[in-house]
RNA sequence: GGAGAGGUGGCGGAGCGGUUGAACGCGCCGGUUUCGAAAACCGGUAUACCUCGCAAGGGGUAUCGGGGGUUCGAAUCCCCCCCUCUCCGCCA
């Protein structure tokens, strides 16, 4: 959620970054609304304001003639209900005025706090405009020593590339037909060394960000509150993307909704907390289950493991103080972690700046991370894949637009001792099984062997290679 | 699934119709004392929104799980909802 005093004092910035990510947003609605309800909440404080005195002032009165009128009969017992009846008519007055300001309220306040939900974070300056995914910018990108990605993999390795699809059959790696089966499109089943191999890239990574990096493990729920999908900014626009565990409709009374990433979890952790700045910042990793519609992907990529309904993914978070300087630090910090990860399992990536246009709602910044992915992408006359990057990691930086809605802040010394909200970021360590994909495709010997990397061998009892 | 208990400030725990944002204790912060510390003593210690002020700060309203009701007045009474806990059953 964005600040709604900042949106007042410069409604234009919000303006402009809305169309910048081509959300469709009525922004002087808001500002109307928000002008009627202030108008209004301002003059029923005032009232009870008003019926507060009258209480101090008639209560006791009130009181004193109650206890009179016992005794009282005739003349002076009337004379009494009279009086009684002056002193209370005021605050029935006031009390009727102060109700119905609460009816005009009722008809603005939902979709007021509607509206402010759809509000998306404006794109921080240095963001590039664009419409879309086509309009991201290469930062940089790595290769291992030895392979030139100018070149195609033929002509780096000396045979034609078989896609991560061919060698999951060709050594027994996952059964799509069963997962069909039981689950529908877009599901499988790992098999044996797909199983393996899947574990020990969660585990190793994992590892990496808890014992080398310092972060905190967590588990998470992935079976969470509406709540918890509002305020991490998931809903309400995501809301299709989420699977929706119906329990009402058998008596139960919340429905739940599976989580897509285990950020849900590590985020709504301190919900409606007040933190210590001494705290800060918490960096946590978690390893989750993630669960995704995948509406209105119908028809994209619809083989493989690249895009499923249900995976696991190590995630990061981080939440700082509300310092932009430490926000981008932490940032660049958290996209060097999964450098790091992908350059030690020898897999060639690129970072992508996102343009205006495909950054979210949420984000001020994103930076996607994509590995190079040998079996994908166009076919060249022999009706073999080029090559394509594919995307594996997202990393945003969110500023307080996550927490605010979560309603999570912290106080110390640099705020005064006053509560502010916190930043937070967080970015992919490892999603598997779609990072089997290059693992397998780059990882590939002539004979259809793959040569496991070096990095996740203590994680399959020391095995070299599969096949 | 069956049967109970309960939700009050950072925590514990009073209050059960009237200057109660809320006793008391703990914690925390500041001060006195001390060579220093502990102890003791004194003072302070919520959040949100609105408003006045350059600021320090002042004023107002709301908040005792949430919503609605009764009442001149509700943390206190009534209704609905949510949540937590205990016991039994079932169970990874």
């Not at 004379?79 to 029935?92: D, G, H, K, V």
């Not at 037909?177 to 994992?206: C, I, N, P, W």
Request: glycine share 10%; hydrophobic share 35%; charged share 25%.
């Amino acid at each position: 959620m964005i600040d709604l005093k900042h949106l007042r004092e410069d409604p234009e910035h919000y303006r402009k970054g809305a169309r910048l990510k081509n959300v469709d947003i009525d922004i002087d609605r808001v500002l109307g609304l928000d002008e009627r309800r202030r108008a209004i909440v301002h003059q029923q404080e005032q009232l009870r304001a008003e019926q507060k005195q009258l209480e101090k002032q008639s209560g006791q009165q009130i009181g004193q003639l109650m206890g009179r009128m016992k005794a009282a009969s005739g003349d002076e017992r009337s004379a009494l209900e009279r009086e009684l009846a002056s002193l209370r008519a005021a605050p029935a007055a006031l009390k009727e005025k102060i109700q119905g300001l609460d009816v005009d309220l009722t008809e603005i306040e939902p979709e007021l706090s509607a509206l402010l939900l759809e509000i998306p974070q404006p794109p921080d300056a240095d963001v590039p405009e664009g419409a879309g995914s086509d309009d991201n910018v290469e930062i940089r990108r790595w290769s291992p020593p030895g392979y030139d990605l100018g070149r195609s993999f033929e002509q780096n390795r000396g045979f034609p590339p078989r896609t991560h699809l061919e060698l999951l059959e060709m050594h027994g790696l996952v059964d799509f037909e069963r997962g069909v089966k039981m689950a529908g499109s877009r599901s499988y089943v790992l098999t044996g060394d797909g199983m393996r191999l899947h574990q020990a890239a969660l585990r190793y990574a994992f590892d990496f960000m808890t014992s080398e990096n310092g972060f905190t493990p967590m588990s998470v729920p992935v079976i969470v509150r509406e709540e918890c999908m509002v305020g991490t900014g998931f809903f309400p626009s995501g809301r299709d993307q989420a699977y929706l565990v119906d329990e009402q409709s058998r008596g139960g009374s919340n429905d739940l909704f599976l989580t897509g990433t285990g950020e849900v979890g590590l985020m709504g952790l301190h919900q409606n907390e007040i933190l210590d700045e001494s705290a800060l910042p918490l960096t946590y990793t978690t390893v989750s289950t993630c669960f995704r519609r995948e509406a209105g992907a119908a028809g994209k990529d619809t083989a493989g493991l690249y895009r499923i309904h249900q995976f696991d993914k190590v995630e990061q978070v981080v939440i700082c103080r509300a310092d932009e300087q430490e926000s981008r630090a932490w940032h660049q910090k958290m996209l060097g972690f999964v450098e790091t990860l992908l350059q030690r399992l020898g897999l060639p990536y690129r970072l992508l700046q996102c343009c205006t246009g495909d950054l979210g709602m949420k984000n001020a910044d994103m930076i996607d991370v994509e590995c190079w992915m040998p079996g994908r992408g166009e076919e060249d006359a022999n009706g073999r894949p080029l090559g394509a990057f594919g995307e594996t990691h997202s990393a945003s930086r969110l500023y307080g637009y996550q927490c605010r809605r979560l309603n999570m802040r912290y106080r110390g010394d640099s705020t005064d001792g006053k509560p502010a909200v916190c930043h937070s970021l967080n970015n992919t360590v490892l999603a598997s099984p779609r990072i089997l994909i290059p693992i397998l495709e780059m990882h590939q010997n002539k004979d259809g062997s793959i040569t496991i990397p070096e990095a996740l061998r203590p994680h399959l009892g020391g095995a070299e290679r599969i096949g």
